[in-house]
Nanobody
Framework: QVQLVESGGGLVQAGGSLKLSCVAS????????TAWFRQAPGKEREFVTG???????TYADSMKDRFTISRDNAKNTVYLQMNSLKPEDTAVYYC??????????????????WGQGTQVTVSS
């Protein structure tokens, strides 16, 4: 059974930075696509970014200039560095792992394992 545990969320002022972590256990972490999604109050969950086994990355257009995904296979950890945060970035951020290994789907239905989420709040 795979477990994903996110951490690093919190309250930050607009313009600030946060780095989220997602630690995976129970599966060969490095082989499968891992992604970050977020869900703001009253909105649908949306794709943020994803990374595949060879390091290829995809970002949502609105976040590619401010967010950076990375992974440390030795630590079974995926990170999300978020810079120049805006109040509209306020959301619960989720880590997810796909059943795929070469694609980075943007549909949450393509991801079979999810973390519990970590709250990010950006004040104006």
């Amino acid at each position: 059974q795979v477990q994903l545990v996110e951490s690093g969320g919190g309250l930050v002022q607009a313009g600030g930075s946060l780095k989220l972590s997602c630690v995976a256990s129970g599966r060969t972490f490095s082989l499968y696509t891992t992604a970050w999604f977020r869900q703001a109050p009253g909105k649908e969950r949306e794709f943020v970014t994803g990374i595949v086994w060879n390091g290829r990355i995809t970002y949502a257009d609105s976040m590619k200039d401010r967010f950076t995904i990375s992974r440390d296979n030795a630590k079974n950890t995926v990170y999300l560095q978020m810079n120049s945060l805006k109040p509209e970035d306020t959301a619960v951020y989720y880590c997810a792992m796909s059943k795929l290994w070469s694609a980075i789907p943007r549909q949450q239905t393509q991801y079979i394992y999810w973390g519990q989420g970590t709250q990010v709040t950006v004040s104006s």
